[in-house]
C-alpha cells in the first residue's frame, strides 16, 4: 500500500445530480457519476459546491465507482487536524461504550465515525488497521503518526496494516514489537483464540460481540449447531451458556483447531463439541438423511451480494439455506439468522426467511431484531452502512 503523502492542493468540484440534502443528512459518498469530471487523484482534497457555486461539503477524491470520500459539512480542510479530531472521537466513544472483560473490539469504524475508509479494531495490546480505498490510503502516513500517539496510552503496543483482498491479502507491521500471530482476547469475559495474520475480517468478526452474548444467555440445556462458524464464537458462547452439546461447521480447518483451543482455553473440555470442515449447505443436508435435530441453530453465512447486481441471486442463497435450516430444527427450536450484505434490505432478508419457512410449513415467531453492536456506529442518512441484520426467531 502506498505511503506517499496526499497534495496538499484543493479541488473544487460541482455536483451534478441534486444531492444536497443527502450530504447534509451525512451520506459520506458521491459516485463519480454524481458529480462533474475533475481529474483529482485520490486523496486530493475537494470542496464540493452546488450548481449555484455554494459550498456543500468537503472530502477527498477516490478512485472507482465512488468518486468523493465526503468527511465534513463545513468548509475546512481535510488534513491531519480534522483527522485527529474524528479519532479522538471515536476514542472517546469506545471508553464509554465497550463492556467489562472485553479487549476485543473495533476502535475506528470508517463511515459511522465519520473518517471514511479508515477501520481500526483492537486484539489486546495490538491493533489492525485496514483502509479502503486509495482516498485515504493516501493519508497512510498521518493515520500512523496520529495512532502511532494515541494508541500507547490504551496499552495498544503494536499495529499492524492489512490490506487486499483473499489472494491478494498482506499484512505487514506498521510500528511496535511484531505481535504474535495467535493471541487470545476476552470478550465478555470469554477467552477466544485469534490469528491477526490469516484470519478473515481483522481475525475476529467483532460486529457479533453482542449477539454472541445474548446467545450464551439461551442455550442452557440446548443442543446447538454453528453454521458457518469461523472460529466458533458462537460456539464457545452456546458452551458457557450451558448448551448440551455443540456442533461447529466451517470449511477452514484452522479456524474450527482455534475453535477447539477457545474451548480448553475457556474450560469446556467436558462439553462435547464436534466439528465439521465442510460446506455448510451439503452437510446440512447430510445431516436431515441422518435424521439430526438441533433445539438452537446459529447460520452466519459470508456475504452473498458482494455486488448490487447479485442481490437477487443473494435472495434465492439465503431463502434455500434457511430450508435448510428448518429441516433440521427441532420443533419450537431457536434460529439465529444473519446476513452480512449492505444491499440486502432487512425486510427483503427477513422475507427469505418467512418464504422458506411457509414452504416448510413452520411459523417463525420472532424474538429480537438486532445488527452491530455500539462500537461499530451506523449513520442515520447512510442506510448503507447498517449492514448487518440479525434476527432471532423460534420456528413453531
Not at 26 to 51: C, N, T
Not at 367 to 378: I, K, N
Request: net charge positive; hydrophobic share 45%.
Amino acid at each position: 500500500m502506498s505511503r506517499q503523502r496526499a497534495s496538499s492542493h484543493v479541488l473544487t468540484v460541482r455536483l451534478r445530480k441534486p444531492l444536497e440534502r443527502a450530504l447534509r443528512e451525512g451520506h459520506p459518498w458521491l459516485f463519480s457519476e454524481a458529480v462533474e469530471r475533475h481529474g483529482g487523484a485520490p486523496g486530493q482534497q475537494v470542496r464540493v459546491i452546488d450548481k449555484k457555486g455554494r459550498f456543500v461539503a468537503a472530502g477527498l477524491c477516490e478512485s472507482g465507482p465512488i468518486g468523493v470520500r465526503v468527511f465534513t459539512l463545513k468548509d475546512e480542510p481535510v488534513a491531519r487536524a480534522l483527522f485527529a479530531a474524528r479519532l479522538d472521537a471515536a476514542l472517546e466513544l469506545r471508553a464509554r461504550i465497550v463492556p467489562p472483560e472485553t479487549d476485543a473490539y473495533r476502535l475506528l469504524h470508517g463511515e459511522g465515525d465519520r473518517l471514511p475508509g479508515a477501520v481500526l479494531d483492537r486484539y489486546g495490546d495490538a491493533a489492525v488497521l485496514k483502509l479502503d480505498g486509495e482516498a485515504i490510503a493516501a493519508h497512510l502516513p498521518t493515520l500512523l503518526e496520529l495512532l502511532s500517539e494515541r494508541l500507547p496510552a490504551l496499552g495498544v503496543r503494536s499495529l499492524l496494516l492489512r490490506s487486499g483482498r483473499a489472494d491478494t491479502k498482506q499484512v505487514e507491521l506498521a510500528f511496535g514489537p511484531e505481535p504474535a500471530a495467535e493471541r487470545l482476547v476476552r470478550e465478555h469475559g470469554m477467552a477466544l483464540w485469534v490469528n491477526l495474520y490469516e484470519g478473515q475480517k481483522t481475525g475476529l468478526f467483532l460486529d457479533h460481540r453482542e449477539s454472541r452474548a445474548a446467545l450464551r444467555g439461551r442455550a442452557r440445556g440446548l443442543g446447538v449447531l454453528n453454521l458457518y462458524g469461523y472460529t466458533g464464537g458462537f460456539s464457545v458462547a452456546a458452551a458457557l451458556g450451558g448448551a448440551r452439546d455443540v456442533t461447529t461447521v466451517d470449511l477452514a480447518k484452522p479456524a474450527l483447531e482455534l475453535a477447539g483451543r477457545s474451548f480448553e482455553a475457556n474450560g469446556l473440555e467436558a462439553v462435547p463439541h464436534r466439528t465439521f470442515a465442510a460446506d455448510a449447505l451439503e452437510w446440512l443436508g447430510e445431516a436431515k438423511a441422518r435424521g439430526e435435530r438441533w433445539e438452537l441453530i446459529v447460520a452466519d453465512p459470508p456475504n452473498f451480494a458482494p455486488r448490487k447486481d447479485a442481490v437477487e441471486g443473494a435472495l434465492r442463497a439465503y431463502e434455500s439455506l434457511h430450508a435448510a435450516v428448518f429441516a433440521v430444527l427441532a420443533p419450537g427450536g431457536h434460529y439465529l439468522a444473519a446476513s452480512c450484505s449492505s444491499h440486502v434490505t432487512r425486510a427483503d432478508f427477513e422475507g427469505t426467511l418467512a418464504d422458506a419457512a411457509r414452504r416448510a410449513r413452520r411459523v417463525p415467531q420472532v424474538l429480537e431484531r438486532s445488527g452491530a453492536p455500539a462500537d461499530h456506529p451506523r449513520l442515520l442518512g447512510f442506510p448503507e452502512g447498517d449492514y448487518l441484520k440479525v434476527l432471532w426467531a423460534r420456528a413453531l
